[in-house]
């Protein structure tokens, strides 16, 4: 069964640092991919980055290279969004994702099938 539950959303200033979570089934981690997408109100939902299933070869997107890291906790069947760096126009409520296919990197939300219930974002100026 395929399961994602994000946390560790939150209020942090401009510049602070989070980390989000995403804890997988263990079918999860060990048949999908994993992507972390965001979505700010009247905004479309965007890609931020992945991590593939085999490897750990990672994706980002232009708006957050250089201040967020993706990386596995592979005891815990956890997958990190660490964002340093924080600026206003990062908040949105943030969702993982799994994608069993192979041009999951392309962060395309409708490539991935099973979503997380998401995690608010906010960052304030």
């Known amino acids: 069964q395929v399961q994602l539950v994000e946390s560790g959303g939150g209020l942090v200033q401009y510049g602070g640092s989070l980390r989000l979570s995403c804890a997988v089934s263990e079918y999860t981690w060990l048949n999908y991919n994993i992507g972390w997408f965001r979505q700010a109100p009247g905004k479309e939902r965007e890609g931020v980055s992945c991590?593939?299933?085999?490897?750990?070869?990672?994706t980002y997107a232009d708006s957050v290279k250089g201040r967020f890291t993706i990386s596995k906790d592979n005891a815990k069947n956890t997958i990190y969004l660490q964002m340093n760096s924080l600026k206003p126009e990062d908040t949105a409520i943030y969702y993982c994702?799994?994608?069993?296919?192979?041009?999951?990197?392309?962060?395309?939300?409708?490539?991935?099938?099973?979503w997380g219930q998401g995690t608010q974002v906010t960052v304030s100026s």
């Open positions: 994702a799994a994608d069993a296919g192979v041009n999951y990197y392309q962060l395309r939300s409708y490539e991935y099938d099973h």
């Open positions: 991590i593939s299933k085999v490897d750990d070869i990672t």
